[in-house]
Every structure is written in structure tokens, then in C-alpha cells.
């Protein structure tokens, strides 16, 4: 498999949205909140668009293909990363063949086989976890329900929610104690594996289990 999951903080990156529909004005919106210095090419816009422009969220060019093409290759050229989202299949074609000509990352929403970035389906739980699912293209609504199932499923499990709370206290309080970046590494998962310290964790006493690490943390270092 080509695709590989990523997490990329996109603050301050230059991002070219082509299409002004609902898709379009999704992917803009996304990147817009994230950050991200975004510009949508179209023919026409939708309300949303027009609202987030007139917010100074997203810049608007009004341009036609292929009549424009001079100008969505300057766009093109500007950009960090292309989002294609045009209803007329031809012009989407010719959109992103240019970005990757240009050797620029490509959003394809409209064929995900003609670029090399997915944009997945994603959630947040417990305030910071992040969820993202992907078909790659096969089925979004297969994947928008597996995301729907997983977070459905760690919402109702309280104890992994304490145990996630319990190893990022431990994660901090490492980062801080022990400069071996291999040697703290090592030392998570001896915590994580502890018996007593998840008993602790699950049952949501976070000063114990903290304690524990601690002293699991001690022993190790005592006795590598």
C-alpha cells in the first residue's frame, strides 16, 4: 500500500481549493480553522464560501476552465497543497494533472486515484484523542460509519478513558525526569504493562497510579 497515515500541522501553509460547491467548501473550511492560508478558484460560490471570505477565512479567485488555465497554474505554482474539487469531471482532470505536474500535493476529491492525499474521516474523543478512518476512495460511507462505530465504542469505555489520562500524567512527568528519549520509551510500556498501576488508572486514582509509574520508573533505573 502506497498511502501511509499522517498527521500534518498545516498552520501558515498555502492551500488551493478548485470548486466552490458544498466539497469544496468543506475542504476550505477545514483547512481555514486548522490554520492554513486558503484560496478557492471557481466559477461560482456557495453562501458559506462567500461568508468565510467575507470573514478574511478563505480568499476567492472567480476563475473558468479550461479558459483560466493561465491563472490556475499561478495558483497552482502558490500552493503548498492542491485540493480538487470540480463538478465537471474534465476540468478536475486538467487541474490535477497541473498540480502534479508542479510536483505539488494533491487532494483529489473528485478521483482520489489521481492524487496522493486522502483526506479522511475524523473524530476527537476524550478532549484530545484523535480518530481518522479512510477507505481511499472505495466507499466514504463505509467509512464514515467504521469512524462512527470506533467512536461510539471508546465513549462508553470509561476505564480506557482513565488509562489514557493516567499514561499522558506519566508521559509528562517522564519528559521531565528522564532525558533518554530510548530510555523513557521502554519505560512506558513497563508502566503500561503493570498490573497495579492500570488497577489504579482504571479506577480513576491518578495521583496513586502516577506514584506507581514513578516507582516502577526508579526501580528500572536502579536495575537497567
Known amino acids: 500500500m502506497a498511502h ?11 492551500v488551493a481549493v478548485f470548486g466552490g460547491g458544498s466539497v ?15 484560496v478557492v478558484a471557481a466559477e461560482e460560490f456557495s453562501d458559506g464560501l462567500r461568508r468565510m471570505a467575507s470573514k478574511g477565512l478563505v480568499k476567492l479567485v472567480e476563475l473558468k476552465l479550461p479558459e483560466d488555465l493561465g491563472e490556475a497554474k499561478r495558483i497552482i505554482e502558490w500552493s503548498w497543497l492542491v485540493v480538487v474539487a470540480l463538478g465537471d469531471q ?3 482532470r486538467l487541474v ?5 505536474r508542479a510536483g505539488k500535493l494533491v487532494n483529489n476529491a473528485v478521483d482520489a486515484g489521481m492524487g496522493d492525499v486522502v483526506v479522511p474521516f475524523r473524530a476527537t474523543v476524550w478532549g484530545d484523542m484523535q480518530l481518522a478512518v479512510t477507505s481511499l476512495g472505495r466507499s466514504g460511507i463505509a467509512a464514515r460509519t467504521a469512524l462512527e462505530e470506533a467512536v461510539r465504542c ?9 488509562l489514557y489520562e ?3 500524567a506519566v508521559k509528562s512527568e517522564l519528559k521531565a525526569r528522564v532525558p533518554d528519549a530510548g530510555e523513557r520509551i521502554k519505560l512506558y510500556f513497563e508502566i503500561a504493562g503493570d498490573a497495579r498501576f492500570r488497577e489504579l488508572a482504571v479506577a480513576g486514582r491518578l495521583r496513586e497510579a502516577l506514584e506507581r509509574a514513578l516507582e516502577i520508573a526508579r526501580a528500572s533505573r536502579r536495575n537497567p
Open 90 to 92: 474534465e476540468a478536475a
Open 166 to 168: 493516567a499514561l499522558k
Open 96 to 100: 490535477a494533472e497541473e498540480a502534479l
Open 154 to 162: 471508546l465513549e462508553s469505555r470509561e476505564d480506557l478513558r482513565r
Open 24 to 38: 469544496g467548501e468543506r475542504r476550505a473550511r477545514m483547512f481555514a480553522e486548522a490554520g492554513a492560508d486558503v
Open 4 to 14: 501511509i497515515p499522517l498527521f500534518i500541522n498545516v498552520k501558515g501553509k498555502r
